[in-house]
């Protein structure tokens, strides 16, 4: 239900409330913020999901309504649920916070959900298993960490895809995060894990709720950039 008392100001002194805590912290707070997530992300103009699915379909070769997704970091269900207007039909959904996963199953779109934090314990017992690995709004300091994406590799089937968006944050963990992550994915070429299928920046990710940390295109949006690797035939 929407809840008229949310308002962009409102929504921004709640972010920031939880600028520096820990995972364990973070994902309590969005058990908090599960029932005006979406709402609330509204507001502040969050078009992650809809580029992301969007970068996907312009990239994607299958048929859709076959293959089986893993959408990491689900939250509220957003990811899934644009999938399906694009003819997907088959979701598997893993999130660190309860409440986000109790918006999630309310979708009823997925055929399993499970309450997973990365970082902390195994992403899934499955390999090999997913035609397509979604992330989105997760990989960044503070959430998933770097060493959590051999493990979208890993649940990827032979020549599947995985999808991943970054935030670009201009603090001294945002780049820190970036470097890390940028290095982790080419290691990962190189070790034949898997291909680089292409890579493209977002236009205006959400409004910049962090005000002191300015992004380079000096106005008041965050940016970000888009991945798509293929996962090794063998
Ligand atoms: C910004 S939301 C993105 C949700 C959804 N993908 C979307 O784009 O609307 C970030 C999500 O990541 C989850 N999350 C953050 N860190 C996590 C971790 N280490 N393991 C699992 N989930 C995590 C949070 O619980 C939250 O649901």
């Known amino acids: 239900m929407s809840d008229d008392s949310r308002t962009e100001n409102v929504v921004k002194t709640f972010i920031e409330s939880c600028s520096d805590v820990d995972l364990q912290q973070r994902i309590k707070f969005y058990d908090q913020w599960a029932e005006t997530y979406e709402q609330d992300h509204k507001l502040l103009g969050y078009s992650a999901p809809h580029q992301m699915v969007d970068f996907l379909n312009a990239n994607f070769s299958g048929s859709r309504e076959e293959v089986l997704v893993l959408d990491v970091a689900c939250g509220s269900g957003w990811v899934t649920k644009l999938m399906t207007e694009l003819g997907f039909r088959k979701f598997v959904g893993v999130d660190g916070s309860k409440g986000m996963l109790e918006q999630a199953a309310k979708t009823g779109l997925y055929q399993d959900l499970r309450q997973v934090l990365l970082g902390t314990e195994p992403l ?111």
């Open 124 to 234: 899934l017992g499955q390999t090999d298993a997913f035609d397509v690995v979604m992330i989105v709004g997760a990989l960044r300091d503070g959430f998933v960490p770097v060493s959590a994406v051999r493990e979208l590799c890993y649940a990827a089937k032979p020549g599947g895809y995985v999808c991943m968006s970054r935030v670009d944050l201009k603090s001294e963990s945002g780049a820190k995060y970036k470097a890390c992550l940028e290095k982790e994915l080419q290691l990962m070429e190189d070790e034949g894990l898997w291909t680089h299928v292409i890579s493209q920046e977002m236009n205006r990710y959400m409004i910049n709720v962090y005000n002191d940390r300015k992004d380079q295109h000096d106005d008041q949006y965050l940016y970000g950039t888009m991945y798509l690797y293929r996962k090794a035939l063998h």
